[in-house]
């Protein structure tokens, strides 16, 4: 009888659909998932509506379609896969998959592709209500906007690996995620434009986590982003990936903490 071949593609599809199933059967990680991104933004209209965005060429809709990209990279992909991760090494489920043919980053990666995917629909579901809603014009350079969802997308995942390191159970994952959250919500042009804070300021916040994919997604609406700038956000963003990366690579716990 001939054995079963299996690629590495074919293993994370299979976990993956098997992560979608457990997904769909949690009704709180699909309101953190699916809600929660899409109401958030909303909500800051009319706070935003009161900034002196003209002042830095921007307007409403220019801050609230990136903040809402940034929330459903918040909390569709990384509070999403902090508790998946978390939950799966506390239930064994991790140790199990290890004994198979399954590698460690298959897993993870396998792990991750449905909070992946909903961030990226979500995120473009979000493009489009906004540009309808607040009557956006068309992106000056797309190329950027594209680059920084694709950027956010596995940064997010790879940060929710590493702090699944420092997360003992699932409900301390509320607790463990709120300073990235927090922090770019703040700091990372969300609720606030880094175009509206002190050079000083926005130059130090600049460096957070979700910046350079927020920087790089209203870059892609207003033109005005230079090449330095934009290669200043990429290898931000690919030096918090690259050290999340290794993070995991190195301290990352399969067995439950006790």
Not at 10 to 39: C, K, N, Q, Y
Not at 91 to 120: F, H, M, Y
Not at 195 to 218: F, G, K
Not at 225 to 233: R, T
Request: charged share 15%; with cysteine.
């Amino acid at each position: 009888m001939n054995a079963v071949v299996t690629t590495p593609g074919s293993r994370m599809a299979a976990l993956a659909r098997a992560e979608l199933t457990l997904f769909g059967r949690s009704r709180a990680t699909v309101l953190t998932a699916l809600l929660v991104p899409l109401a958030l933004p909303f909500t800051l209209r009319s706070a935003m509506a009161e900034m002196d965005l003209a002042e830095a060429g921007l307007t409403v809709g220019l801050v609230l379609l990136p903040a809402a990209i940034g929330f459903s990279l918040l909390f569709a992909v990384y509070g999403t896969l902090v508790a998946v991760y978390t939950s799966r090494r506390e239930e064994l489920v991790l140790k199990r998959l290890r004994t198979g043919e399954l590698r460690d980053a298959e897993i993870l990666t396998g792990a991750a592709l449905p909070a992946v995917a909903t961030g990226l629909a979500q995120s473009l579901l979000l493009t489009v209500g906004c540009a309808l809603l607040l009557d956006l014009p068309a992106p000056r350079a797309p190329h950027l906007a594209v680059l920084g969802l694709l950027l956010g997308l596995p940064l997010c995942a790879a940060l929710a690996s590493a702090t699944a390191i420092l997360t003992r159970t699932v409900e301390s994952a509320q607790v463990t995620t709120l300073p990235l959250v927090l922090g770019s919500m703040i700091g990372s042009g969300i609720a606030v434009p880094l175009e509206l804070l002190p050079d000083r300021v926005a130059s130090v916040c600049e460096l957070l986590p979700l910046s350079p994919a927020i920087t790089l997604v209203r870059g892609g609406w207003t033109g005005n982003l230079s090449a330095y700038e934009a290669l200043g956000a990429l290898a931000t963003a690919l030096a918090w990936t690259l050290a999340a990366v290794f993070a995991v690579r190195r301290w990352f716990r399969w067995e439950p903490r006790r």
